[in-house]
């Protein structure tokens, strides 16, 4: 099963694009919402559900099932502090979105299901955060600094500081987006009126995403000090 917090990471950044494709019609409000249960309010002129509906993993790339180091490009200096960091390689998954309109106004819904149809396959390949590092259960950015994380979110720290030495490029995740024909219109109907949605034309996405599984520092002999972010390290 997909880790909670990459979904919402995916889930968010799909929405966020949904409200800058609406900002581009100038309406005068659209209420964008990630759970089918959500009712519309009653000044939106217009409400676009964006909601994961299935999830399917990528087993068959062939990574290997146990701890690695992980990969560096590029030819690198000989390791005098014996660096030892080692990681499962990512799981790879594909999310299923299902997104349609609710509004009292037909064509409206019609011209926001078009506009959303276009925008994505305008922009296709979506960044989302800086990729998140986890060790010794504590969350980290790419540049070292804590992350706090609320239940939805990682945020940096209000006093979070780089670390001294850090690799100054933050690393950023993509995931791509991919109109399919994957829910067929009788299990769509079950699946809306299930949540008291009324049948709508409706659209599917897949994405394209991956977890990072926690890194883990292995001993070594003589206790020598090292920063993950360092970036001579890297």
């Not at 068959?60 to 690198?76: A, H, M």
């Not at 080692?86 to 349609?100: A, N, S, T």
């Not at 950023?172 to 024909?181: A, W």
């Not at 009126?193 to 995403?209: D, H, M, N, Q, S």
Request: proline share 7%; net charge negative.
């Amino acid at each position: 099963m997909a880790d909670f917090r990459v979904i919402q990471h995916v889930n968010t950044v799909i929405c966020d694009r949904l409200q800058e494709i609406c900002d581009g019609l100038e309406l005068n409000w659209v209420g964008i919402h990630k759970d089918l249960d959500t009712q519309p309010k009653d000044d939106e002129e217009a409400t676009i559900y964006c909601s994961l509906y299935r999830i399917d993993d990528v087993d068959d790339i062939g990574l290997p099932t146990w701890p690695v180091r992980p990969y560096i490009r590029g030819p690198q200096p000989p390791d005098g502090k014996r660096q030892e960091i080692v990681q499962l390689p990512p799981r790879f998954f594909y999310l299923y979105f299902i997104v349609f309109v609710e509004s009292q106004e037909t064509d409206l819904s019609n011209i926001i299901m078009g506009a959303v149809m276009n925008g994505f396959h305008q922009q296709p390949v979506l960044l989302y955060q800086p990729k998140p590092h986890e060790l010794g259960g504590k969350l980290y950015d790419s540049l070292g600094r804590p992350l706090e994380y609320d239940g939805m979110d990682l945020k940096t720290g209000a006093t979070a500081e780089i670390q001294k030495g850090a690799n100054t490029k933050l690393v950023m995740e993509k995931i791509s987006m991919q109109l399919v024909d994957d829910l067929a219109f009788g299990d769509a109907c079950l699946l809306l009126k299930g949540f008291e949605r009324k049948i709508r034309p409706y659209l599917t996405y897949r994405v394209f995403a991956k977890i990072d599984h926690p890194m883990k520092l292995v001993p070594r002999v003589g206790r020598i000090g090292l920063s993950l972010f360092d970036a001579d390290s890297k």
